[in-house]
Structure formats: C-alpha cells, structure tokens
Nanobody
C-alpha cells in the first residue's frame, strides 16, 4: 500500500485548505484511514479518522467543528477539509491506512504511512 498526501501550503489564519491522500496497492484490502500531524519538536498526533465505509468518523478535540474528513473508495482517495485554520494547526500532515476496517485514533493501528504535506498557517 502506498499513500501520497498533497494539498498543503501557506494560508493565513482563518483560511481554509483541502488535503488529499491518494492510495494505491489496496487490492482487496478495506482499510480504515486517518490523518495525523506533526509540528516541529512535537509528537505526532491524531487529527481525524474514517472507517472503510465512511460511517464511523473520529476527530481530535482540537479540530472538531473545523475539519471534515471524507473518502471516496471508488477513487482510492481520502480528504481533509480544514476551515478556520489557526497558527497552532501548522504541521506536516500525514495520511495513514489501518488494515482494520474501523476507525482508530492510535498511531500503532496504522501500518501504512504517506510522506506528509506541510501546512503553514500565518497569524
């Protein structure tokens, strides 16, 4: 399984971005997927996760009401719509796939990782 995240960039506080994650090599796998982020000098943290069918979704408290995760299994794509961004959202955002079909907030559940895309929010 290979994952490629894109869509990061520089945005002003209050602005929006949409991140995309393209998955390949899924074959017959039905993975849950998630977004994580890692800011300089900080640990990687869970942002949002979505089950294979999209019926189970979880968000970190810090992004609830601002971020929306979605996926299109027909296109092997996952998205993260980020609204009302603030400087604390600045980080490298990584997409990941969990071999289990449900949603998970734990880093160890995710076996496959993309390379990340940088989001910088200026004040």
């Amino acid at each position: 399984v290979q994952l490629q995240a894109s869509g990061g960039g520089l945005v002003q506080a209050g602005g929006s971005l949409r991140l995309s994650c393209a998955a390949s090599g899924l074959a017959f796998r039905t993975p849950g997927m998630g977004w994580f982020r890692q800011a300089p000098g900080k640990a990687r943290e869970f942002v949002a996760g979505i089950s294979w069918g999209g019926n189970l979704i979880s968000y970190a408290d810090s992004v609830k009401g601002r971020f929306t995760i979605s996926r299109d299994n027909a296109k092997n794509m996952m998205y993260l719509r980020m609204n009302n961004l603030n400087p604390e959202d600045t980080a490298v955002y990584l997409c990941a796939a969990d071999p289990g079909s449900s949603v998970s907030e734990g880093i160890r559940s995710y076996a496959y990782w993309g390379q990340g895309t940088l989001v910088t929010v200026s004040s």
